[in-house]
């Protein structure tokens, strides 16, 4: 109410003021905020009485004197604002406004010294002031839940303001818009019993401020997409925890034993978070505990049994029913990963009862008996468990290459089959176990271990007799690497592999100068280079690949460990044919990085053109350095990781990457139209011609042969998360090409999922990808099937803006998609749908799009499907003459597996020759009946060329 009317009022009133009872500005500010209201009468306030507190009082109102100090309206449906001077009733000690119709701004509550109880939630106030906690002394409860405050603007934190509220007991805030991570200075308010704050989007860890303090109540649970991380340690350090809710986050690391600390606990829910390990049996056994929720983590071993209220299910126990115990060496293997702190790579596949069944990762079994654990160039770390000398049959234990710590266990070498240890290239520390004569240890690069057992001059070699221990070893991942049986001495350890690498070092000169004249094409990225080759890393698994690397002058440029960087020298993700290059090329290529070369922004960073000096055109992908974070670093690698080991005219090629100081550069062949994202929801703005429906079936074509390729026709299989149309490329041809594989993940073996941390873009994410966390190909088959559907709409995948209905494009096209009438409104409007012909192809696809996305990933198609679908279609709308199509009489528009078997069932003999698009000849050599061999892949490898194609 402006303050001139306001007066007005009070003046008005003055004469009947008069003869009231109560405080004339408390009566004054009733008035107002009765007008401010929509439904007043709700209230009953009669108007023949100018006397709030009475006799007879107003309903609702409750007075100290003549002062107003309890307004209590809850559960009425009272719709309307509150006036701004409404906090001036200055006796106020117990609002009462929970569950009405409230709505716009709250006024502050600044220095509302006397107020005690404030529940204000369960309303519609979309806005809370920033000085609203100022001074409020006696607060006892405050109750905002459920209300959309600050969220047109990003959304709120509580401010330091609230510790004025020392007394503070109960602050509940659940749904109320609150942001950023949780404020330290919770911790320190010595009485606050009950903290609500679910279903917000706070993130980080649980403040370590927390520990010692008197909460009781603890609600942190949805945290919106990411959620709170980290471990959850410090709750067993509040004693006095009766119920904790914390489901719903992304929470890592095991439950902590000292859990049992917690002798009040009645309930604690840990369920859809990233637990890891096995469940601490005093947590099962706390005296008080009523109710306990567990599901969709990545625990392990035994199922607990218990009376009360308990729920287990989607992690990866290794029985089925409560009570059932592992098998012996199940345990030990648990043990073992206990020691290496639960990595998830290896939590997630190790499942079940029985090691030599099912997907474990790096173990290999012999006569179902677990003879060797392969675990190599991992990052693995922590240490290695005593459990492991529990396995009698193992033969080989392969660790090289990993970060692991402390000792040896002593008792390995009571293993009676053992033949190999290789434990090379960690951080393990003396002293050395004595092992048994036939047994080849290998624990060269421990600069502990390197230390203790380098010899002086006048001492001899401290190497246990029998025992074989070598600096250089090819077997971190070889089954056929040397077990060396017989004794014997450090020369000869050290002489074979001098002359081995001799003979290696004038093979690779020979290559190198075959090397550099059929790649001469690719020299020209830098002006005056040479081709520099390192060492191999014994402890490298990709054992037959070159690392490669370019540099000015004599000087190769070769990536090094950052402090914050886990793993050791990134060198070991290249392989054959990237390149390391010069950030100064790159800042040449880019003018320095201008703004004027900026092709996109993303999470990663900014992506910039570039020209190199002999006019060839790239894209560099730059990392910001306020982004540059582990995990950050770990999208980088994989990125590099990924796309060194696969090459399609379908995916976007790396040409290589810089990593010098702070940069982290990658770079890309140039794709001079850019993202799909551009020509289907902003061509308009850029000046560009819509996409005809040609052009998008050749779009929707090369982007399922690129993941078709991804999931099943390359060497390893990959799931990329985040397809998306804004990760989808035009060349110059409006071909295209999938890019940005930061967050690609190596698909598990058959129909297995792997349980991996919520990553992609909300709109193609699968539904139960966002739920469970657990992933296979077919959420990639999801996401296309949105990608199509944006092809045919025109409409983003996600839109607020949208009305509810078709907000969310999968849920809504689906629907409608079988309703001929309805899809034909929902079609692009700059697509003729009034032509049959169009029409019945955009039907075809549209039902293609609906099986992609279908709920249940089983009710989805491979993504060869996809190809066979688009096939004739893209035949059918294809032009009489049309050279780009014309692949030296091959037809690339069929599956890769149909193109072999057709040449498998030619009338083929000895050994033949297919030309590639470079012009070169690859040659497939033929088996014995004269067939090409029935691995596809390696004819994919040889007809993949240069250029991607």
């Known amino acids: 109410m402006p303050p001139l009317l306001f007066f007005s009022l009070v003046l008005s009133l003055l004469p009947i003021l008069a003869k009231s009872t109560t405080d004339p500005g408390d009566y004054a500010i009733l008035l107002a905020f009765q007008s401010s209201l929509d439904n007043p009468e709700i209230l009953k306030w009669p108007s ?226 990233q637990f890891v390990g096995l469940i601490p049996s005093n947590l099962t056994s706390l005296p008080n505990l009523q109710d306990l929720q567990l599901d969709n983590n990545l625990l392990m071993g035994p199922i607990p049994s218990v009376k009360y209220n308990f729920t287990y299910s989607g992690n990866s126990f290794c029985a089925s029913d409560p009570g059932v115990k592992c098998a012996p060496d199940v345990t030990s293997l648990l043990g073992f990963l206990h020691g290496l702190n639960y990595p998830t790579h290896l939590d997630s596949s190790w499942s079940g009862n029985d090691p030599c069944v099912g997907d474990w990762m790096g173990i290999i079994c012999s006569s179902g008996k677990v ?196 793993g050791h020298s990134n060198i070991h993700i290249i392989e054959a044919g990237n390149f390391i290059i010069s950030v100064q090329v790159l800042l040449n290529a880019t003018k320095n990085f201008s703004q004027k070369n900026i092709l996109g922004r993303g999470g990663f960073g900014t992506v910039y053109k570039g020209e190199l000096h002999d006019g060839t055109m790239i894209a560099v992908k730059r990392m910001e350095a306020s982004v540059v974070t582990n995990k950050a670093l770990d999208e980088f690698q994989a990125e590099i990781a990924m796309l060194t080991k696969v090459r399609h005219r379908n995916l976007v090629s790396i040409l290589g990457f810089s990593m010098e100081g702070q940069e982290r550069l990658l770079v890309y062949e140039f794709m001079p139209q850019g993202a799909l994202s551009k020509h289907l929801f902003h061509w308009k703005p850029a000046g560009l011609n819509p996409l005809s429906l040609k052009r998008r079936l050749n779009i929707a074509l090369d982007v399922a042969r690129g993941m078709e390729y991804l999931h099943n026709l390359g060497q390893q299989s990959f799931i990329h998360r985040d397809l998306k149309s804004a990760n989808i490329l035009l060349g110059d041809d409006f071909r295209a090409k999938v890019s940005d594989f930061g967050l690609v993940k190596l698909a598990p073996d058959g129909k297995y999922s792997v349980a991996t941390r919520l990553a992609g873009t909300f709109g193609y994410l699968a539904p139960e990808y966002a739920v469970t966390g657990k992933i296979t190909t077919k959420a990639d088959v999801f996401s296309y099937g949105v990608v199509l559907m944006e092809l045919l709409t025109g409409l983003t995948a996600l839109d607020e803006s949208r009305v509810e209905e078709t907000r969310y494009l999968a849920s809504w096209f689906t629907q409608i998609r079988t309703d001929k009438q309805k899809l034909r409104e929902a079609i692009d409007s700059t697509l003729d749908t009034s032509d049959e012909e169009t029409f019945a192809s955009i039907c075809t696809v549209a039902e293609l799009a609906g099986h992609c996305a279908a709920r249940e990933p089983y009710q989805r198609p491979d993504m060869s499907h996809a190809v066979m679908v688009l096939v004739p279609l893209v035949e059918k709308w294809k032009p009489a003459k049309d050279e780009s199509e014309e692949y030296l009489g091959i037809d690339l528009h069929l599956p890769l597996l149909q193109m072999v078997k057709g040449w498998q069932d030619a009338d083929v003999s000895g050994t033949t020759a297919s030309t590639d698009m470079s012009g070169t000849y690859s040659i497939v050599s033929l088996d014995s009946k004269g067939s090409i061999p029935s691995r596809p892949i390696g004819f994919a490898e040889s007809f993949t060329s240069a250029d991607g194609r």
């Open 48 to 273: 023949d009485s100018q006397d709030p507190c009475g006799p007879p009082k107003w309903p609702h109102v409750f007075c100290e004197g003549n002062r107003v100090s309890q307004i209590q309206i809850q559960n009425l449906g009272v719709a309307g604002t509150l006036p701004a001077n409404f906090t001036q009733l200055s006796m106020l000690s117990n609002l009462g406004f929970q569950n009405n119709k409230f709505r716009g701004k709250l006024p502050s509550f600044r220095g509302l010294t006397n107020l005690k109880y404030a529940f204000l939630n369960g309303n519609q106030f979309d806005t809370i002031p920033l000085d609203f906690f100022g001074g409020l002394s006696s607060l006892l409860d405050l109750s905002l839940d459920e209300n959309p405050l600050n969220q047109s603007t990003g959304g709120w934190t509580l401010p330091t303001d609230l510790t004025d509220s020392a007394e503070l007991v109960n602050l509940t805030c659940s749904k109320c818009g609150l942001v950023g991570p949780i404020p330290d200075f919770l911790g320190s308010l010595s009485n606050l019993n009950v903290l609500q704050l679910s279903y917000n989007n706070l993130t980080g860890m649980i403040p370590s401020s927390f520990a010692g303090s008197n909460i009781k109540v603890l609600w942190l649970n949805n945290q919106g997409s990411s959620g709170l991380t980290g471990p959850v340690d410090v709750i067993t350090q509040m004693p006095f925890l009766t119920d904790v809710w914390l489901h719903g986050n992304s929470f890592t690391g095991p439950i902590p034993d000292s859990i049992g600390a917690l002798t009040a606990l009645t309930r604690i829910w840990l369920n859809s978070n």
């Open 371 to 566: 003879a060797a654990i392969n675990l190599p160039n991992l990052r693995l770390n922590g240490t290695i468990s005593p459990s492991l000398g529990n396995l009698d049959s193992l033969v080989d234990i392969k660790l090289g290459g990993n970060n692991l710590t402390g000792q040896i266990p002593s008792n390995l070498s009571n293993l009676k089959s053992l033949k190999l240890v290789n434990l090379s290239s960690n951080n393990l520390a003396p002293p050395v176990p004595s092992f048994p004569n036939g047994v080849t240890l290998l624990v060269a690069n421990n600069p502990l271990i390197d230390k203790a057992s380098s010899p002086s001059p006048s001492t001899d070699s401290p190497n246990t007799p029998g025992t074989q221990i070598t600096p250089n070893s090819n077997d971190n991942g070889n089954e056929n690497g040397n077990r060396g049986t017989s004794k014997k001495s450090n020369n000869s350890a050290i002489i074979v592999p001098t002359v081995c690498a001799s003979l290696i070092a004038i093979s690779l000169a020979g290559f190198l100068f075959y090397y550099k004249g059929k790649r001469r094409k690719a020299s020209t990225l830098m002006p005056e280079t040479s081709i520099v080759v390192h060492p191999h890393d014994s402890s490298d698994p990709g054992s037959n690949s070159l690392k490669l690397a370019v540099a000015n002058g004599s000087n190769a440029h070769t990536p090094r460990s950052e402090p914050h960087s886990s």
